[in-house]
């Protein structure tokens, strides 16, 4: 097959204009006006709202190219788009060649008639959403929410991106901006044959025989002609080809088994390797090679369990027949403009993952089925991912039987696209259409409701019936959250289904709250924090910068945000006294509540064998969920997630009216392990008051360990709850394997003095540096900073005691001498953040 490149510089114009600008495609309307300068960031204060007519405007994309007279001479030339956002009309040579109405899909048009030897042109002209969803929204009110009642951002709203399929998020979520883009915001190409050409290829896994895994390897063809083809298909590892075999293509399919001896199974990180194979397909026309298609899979089975048990149904994620607790976070774009994320921002945000101990991410439904680079990189990290079809937080016309043709029409495009990435686990329907039905589904006809028989219609029958017959080896799951058994109106039984756990947050309960449940997956949960004070200084302009003030509230998209941090943070800290100190404090109140969850839940495996935290990724510089905010600095919560999801965790349960700590080791491992567990209680001077170790020979593999209960009723006594500090070591083969702190009271009540940290740093290459950080006191949650300076710090956010200093890497991200180094370097601790000036 012949492939003709359309990608690269094209010229874009408003429709009412003539004058042009250079456009880049793959890319978006809003990145190509930024780059000619035509408008400001629009991410700076509120430029946001001066830039909604974009959105409004309908823009014309267009560039010439050369058409080889040998391309013309093929039988069938189409014109392959990879993604169009979202309305558009497509001319070649100014003849029309079709319209495209969901971004989500993959369009070819046959173009063959329209070309000519030469010069050509194309036309792709998007017109502006807005008329058209609120057109829709005229015919038949469907409620959606996602924004949040908010006097602040309201008048900038736009209501019915349920109407359109074209990523709902575009037009504003409770943690994203609204800049509603548009352009070929995917590859685009023609591509031309005359014998054939493979249009599908799927691979599907038989693992029952021992010490092999059988391949059944489906291709479909085009063929533009009678000849005969054939079809060679063969697996290679590691470059070597491992199995191999021709077969004839019969009525446009090609079929093959392949059996893969001694295979290497592909495991979630933490659990075992990656390998990769790689599948590939030649057609051949006689003995040519006329096209070809390869998949990178990984050789296991990844299935959702759901048996009856002492609990209810269980809901856990078996790969290769071992029960795994799924640790991790929901993704969401990690741009507003998708098109510019690039290659390594992706890959440093799929290996922060990885390196913060998770084995899971939720990709939501109200962003973008993700780029293929997103998926192979999480093949290589071992990120599983829950897939959420792209709904989410609305009502839909589940009725329209041309909205649901092009939704099934999106479905099987990307089903297609992705079922070969080992790390997909499942698909799930929608994100909360269940969880929260009140304001969607309705049992009798409603205005601005589904009704409950249409919601089933459209999530149990019209989108699972393409789902699995394109894919019938993963589950589908309706809804996230949704419960299986029993009152589905009650989406979140702790007895079966997964969780979203919004009492903590949008229902105000405090922390201790996720202590009280014991859900079988928590899918959503999550608290809430500012990004750091770099990261609002791009933002902001300095007399801006107050939570309160009006840019620092235009960016905070949850109508509760900073009434809801506040609240928080004085139940457990002290008021901050500067601004700064107030950002990073609420970084570490988000960490502490997640950790304070993630501990409850891994110690209560295997009734609960999940929990991904609301949110992993920022799509613009703002507050929110997000552990990793939109420049890639990984907040407090992102240290303290590598800890609390670490594959040995040592935690507590504190009581501190009767003075005891339950210790408990919960092993992620398949092996059963032995340790040590060493206590040391100290006041808050570091004076140690009692010391321990504990042999343990046994951590149980796959489980939580209850492994003893200290009673400190008497030191409370005679020291009170605001001068302990109970410190908590896991030592396995006499390294730490895990570390944790007790206290018996809130941070803000405990009696700490000024730790007086200092660092040794030194140089260890050229721009990289190492420091050792010591204490004379105990200094928790203790966060080197270079003032000015994007860097990366191997950790931070750790708690320090007198005598056992901590070492951490330092890369800022340019390069800078070791004066310039020391100069910049600050060191702050708790006390620091209510320290008087
Ligand atoms: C959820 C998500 C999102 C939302 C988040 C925070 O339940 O599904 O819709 O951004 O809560 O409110």
Known sequence: MKHLDLCGTWEVRNAKETATIPASVPGCIHTDLLASGKIEDPYYRDNEARLMWIGETDWVYRRTFHVPAELLSEARIYLHCDGLDTLSTITINDVKIGT????????????????????????????????YIQAEQQKRYLNLTGLGPDPLHGQHRVDGSNRIRKSQCNYGWDWGPMCVTAGIWRPIQLVAFSAGRVTEMQITQDHSQKGAVKLQVRAAVETANSKPL??????????????????????????????????????????????????????????????????????????????????????????????????????IPADTFVTRITPEFYEYLVSSAAQANMNMLRVWGGGIYEDDLFYELCDRYGITIWQDLMFACSAYPGADREFIA?????????????????????WCGNNELEHIHQWFLSDEPKEGYMTWDEYKLMFDVDIPSV????????????????????????????????????????????????????????????????P?????????????????????????????????IIQYMLSWF??????????????????????????????????GMGTLYWQINDCWPAPSWASIDSLGNWKALH??????????????????????????????????????????????????????????????????????????????KEYGSRKLLV???????????????????????????????????????????????????????????????????????????????????????????????????????????????
């Open 230 to 331: 054939r079809a060679k298909i063969a697996a290679m590892f590691e470059g070597n080809v491992v199995a191999e075999t021709t077969v004839d293509v019969r009525n446009n399919s090609a079929e093959a088994a392949l059996t893969i001896a001694n295979p290497q199974l592909w495991w979630p990180n933490g659990l075992g390797a990656q390998p990769l194979y790689d599948i590939t397909l030649d057609l051949l026309d006689g003995g040519t090679v006329v096209d070809g298609q390869k998949k990178a899979i990984g050789l296991r089975t990844l299935v959702l369990d759901r048996h009856p048990d002492q609990w209810g149904e269980s809901f856990q994620f078996v790969v290769n027949g071992v029960p795994y607790f799924a640790k991790g976070a929901n993704w």
């Open 639 to 716: 240290y303290m997630a590598r800890d609390f999801f670490a594959p040995l965790l040592i935690s507590a349960i504190e009581d501190w009216q009767h003075g005891t700590v339950e210790v408990h080791v919960t092993s992620d491992f398949l092996q059963e392990l032995s340790g040590q567990v060493r206590w040391t209680l100290s006041d808050t001077d570091g004076n140690v008051l009692a010391q321990n170790t504990l042999d343990c020979s046994r951590f149980a593999p796959q489980a939580n360990t209850k492994v003893c209960l200290l009673q400190f009723k008497d030191h409370l």
């Open 727 to 837: 410190w908590l070591e896991l030592l396995v083969h006499g390294e730490i394997a895990s570390e944790n702190l007790v206290t018996f009271t809130r941070p803000k009540h405990l009696d700490l003095r000024d730790p007086e940290l200092t660092a040794q740093v030194r140089e260890e290459a050229p721009g990289i540096f190492w420091m050792t950080i010591s204490a004379k006191r105990p200094a928790l949650w203790v966060w080197p900073e270079l003032d000015g300076v994007q860097a990366s710090y191997s950790d931070r956010f750790f708690h320090l005691v007198p005598g056992k200093p901590a070492e951490i890497r330092v890369q800022p991200a340019e390069p800078m001498t070791l004066t310039a180094f020391q100069q910049a370097l600050r060191l702050y601790s708790l006390t620091d953040t209510y320290r008087q000036a």
């Open 406 to 426: 092009n939704v099934q029409a999106e479905l099987a495009d990307n089903v297609k696209r992705l079922r070969h990435h080992p790390c997909i686990a499942f």
């Open 100 to 131: 495209t109405d969901n971004q989500f899909r993959v369009w070819e048009f046959d173009v063959k008639s329209a070309l000519r030897a030469g010069e050509n042109s194309i036309e792709v002209s998007f017109a502006s959403t807005i008329p």
């Open 467 to 530: 789902v699995l017959k394109h894919d019938p080896e993963r589950t589908y799951w309706p809804s996230s959250s949704h419960s299986p058994v029993g009152d589905r109106k009650d989406p979140n039984n702790p007895a079966c289904g997964d969780a979203h756990l919004w009492e903590v947050w949008h229902g105000r309960q405090p922390f201790e709250w996720y202590r009280t449940c014991e859900h079988r997956f928590n899918s959503e949960f999550g608290f809430q924090s500012f």
């Open 532 to 564: 750091e004070p770099r990261v609002i200084n791009s933002y902001t302009l300095p007399e801006e910068r107050n939570i309160t003030s009006y840019i620092m509230e235009w960016h905070q998209r949850s109508g509760i945000g900073n009434d809801a």
């Open 574 to 607: 002290q008021l901050p006294t500067k601004f700064e100190m107030l950002i990073w404090l609420s970084q570490v109140l988000q960490g502490i509540g997640m950790k304070y969850a993630v501990e409850h839940w891994r110690r209560s495996m295997p009734r």
